[in-house]
């Protein structure tokens, strides 16, 4: 296993479309999250799963975004009508136990909207 | 959303210098963590806390949970061009399983 894997890595868009993202985390990590990084800024939490089951939710993710992670294994990101203020890196890491090993980050997803 | 501050927000040090950075809360957390995100990557994890008091080494780097719980601290020691870079905090309040992030200090060595 060779870490979190995040694709693609950069994705340019024109406002209004919608785009995926996809998130592999190491195998044995039972929780996933997102967390959304603009230029200058630290991560900020989006959603978090255990196993399938998404536990928290932040404001930040209004209704136009959607997360799953359908079988406990790969999340998917999905953000609907996209806005220029959704340009950002999107970030995905993954645990077995985050308050005793952290999380291990993936590479992201650079999303720009024009 | 909430971010821990991170002082100083960047610096510029001379090869071989010690370098000391901070983290700051108005929230009580009961693990904090240490981050290096380098351009275009997802931030690699360096130390990990997990009592106030705590002082805890990786290297070169040396990291404290403050006794107050409110704060944390690293250190670089003898720093090399290798340590440019962001580095973030991170807390995580008692009760819940996710990591509040700082606002990063942006390192830059003179070599």
């Known amino acids: 296993d060779t870490g979190v894997s995040q694709d693609p890595r950069h994705k340019i868009t024109k406002r209004g479309q919608n785009v995926t993202f996809r998130c592999d985390p190491i195998?044995?990590?039972?929780?996933l999250y997102w967390y959304r990084q603009t230029l200058g800024q630290g991560p900020e939490f989006l959603t978090y799963?255990?196993?399938?089951?998404?536990?928290?939710k932040s404001r930040l993710l209004s209704d136009r975004f959607s997360a799953e992670r359908p079988k406990g294994s790969f999340s998917t990101l999905e953000i609907q009508r996209t806005e220029q203020g959704d340009s950002a890196m999107y970030l995905c890491?993954?645990?077995?136990?985050?308050?005793?090993?952290?999380?291990?980050f993936g590479s992201g997803t650079r999303l720009t909207v024009v | 959303g909430q971010q821990l501050n991170q002082s100083p927000q960047s610096m510029f040090i001379q090869e071989g210098e010690d370098v000391s950075m901070n983290c700051t809360s108005s929230?009580?957390?009961?693990?904090w963590l240490w981050y290096k995100q380098d351009p275009g990557e997802g931030p690699v994890l360096l130390i990990a806390?997990?009592?106030?008091?705590e002082l805890t080494s990786n290297g070169r780097l040396t990291a404290q949970f403050g006794i107050t719980r409110k704060d944390s601290f690293l250190n670089i020691s003898a720093s090399i061009p290798s340590d440019v870079g962001i580095y973030f905090c991170?807390?995580?309040?008692?009760?819940?399983?996710?990591?509040?992030f700082g606002t990063g200090t942006r390192l830059k060595v003179l070599a």
């Open positions: 890491a993954s645990s077995s136990d985050p308050l005793v090993y952290g999380y291990t």
């Open positions: 195998s044995e990590h039972n929780r």
């Open positions: 799963f255990q196993n399938e089951a998404q536990l928290e």
């Open positions: 929230s009580i957390f009961n693990t």
């Open positions: 806390l997990y009592k106030a008091g």
């Open positions: 991170a807390g995580q309040k008692l009760g819940t399983y996710k990591y509040i």
